[in-house]
């Protein structure tokens, strides 16, 4: 398809379990970043990759987060050990450069019980 | 710290009517602005966007106002339809992330 691409769309896990989440980015967008959005809450910048560069994980909220980007494309965000808090919508985006707007995904509704 | 602010959660507007939507920034160092509309069940959708050496830019019933002395940004919908109904954020581009805020729900009444 033309657009970002997320899966799978929920995601409902158990407390303490592993989680991974896909992001297919337009194809020849360089730029890629995850946000996620809580109940009632903005959007919250988690990571950010562009090209071949060292990422800007600045925005992960602990070391349970993870996320890689395979090929400069495929972008996968993985939460360990899952916990309540983690519950959220979690968002990926593109854009062609830095700098310039970004397109994103349907997003994937995770729900830690 | 938000540094991104839309004060207003919510606005209802008459169909035809304009809508103006506000934001508010504090940092200085922000070069590009952007505004995004949210249907429920989907992800944001870019609307329009703004470089800071710029103070307006349309494109069609939407037009983008910057005033970076107030560090202030509005998003004028003309003629509103019912249609344009969706949570609005407006975003701030610094360094490598887009810091948004918490949105505006518009609501256009037929």
């Known amino acids: 398809g033309a657009g970002v691409s997320q899966s799978p769309s929920n995601k409902v896990t158990e407390k303490g379990k592993d989680v991974e989440l896909r992001c297919d980015p337009i194809s020849g967008h360089t730029a890629l970043y995850w946000y996620r959005q809580s109940l009632g809450q903005g959007l919250e910048f988690l990571i950010y990759f562009q090209g071949n560069s060292a990422p800007d994980k600045s925005g992960l909220p602990s070391d349970r987060f993870s996320a890689e980007r395979t090929g400069g494309s495929v972008s996968t965000l993985t939460i360990q050990r899952t916990q309540q808090e983690d519950s959220a919508v979690y968002l990926c985006a593109s854009s062609p450069r830095q700098g310039t707007e970004a397109f994103f995904g349907q997003g994937t509704r995770l729900t830690v019980v | 710290d938000q540094q991104v602010k839309q004060n207003s959660p919510s606005l209802s507007v008459q169909e035809g009517r304009i809508s103006i939507l506000n934001c508010d920034y504090t940092n200085s160092m922000f070069d590009y602005f952007l505004w995004y509309k949210k249907y429920p069940a989907e992800g944001p959708t870019f609307l329009i966007s703004?470089?800071?050496?710029?103070d307006k830019n349309e494109d069609g019933r939407f037009t983008v106002f910057l005033n970076k002395s107030a560090k202030h940004l509005s998003l004028h919908i003309v003629p509103s339809q019912p249609g344009d109904s969706a949570v609005y954020f407006c975003a701030a581009k610094g360094g490598n992330q887009f810091y948004f805020g918490t949105g505006t729900s518009l609501t256009v009444i037929p």
């Open positions: 703004i470089s800071s050496i710029k």
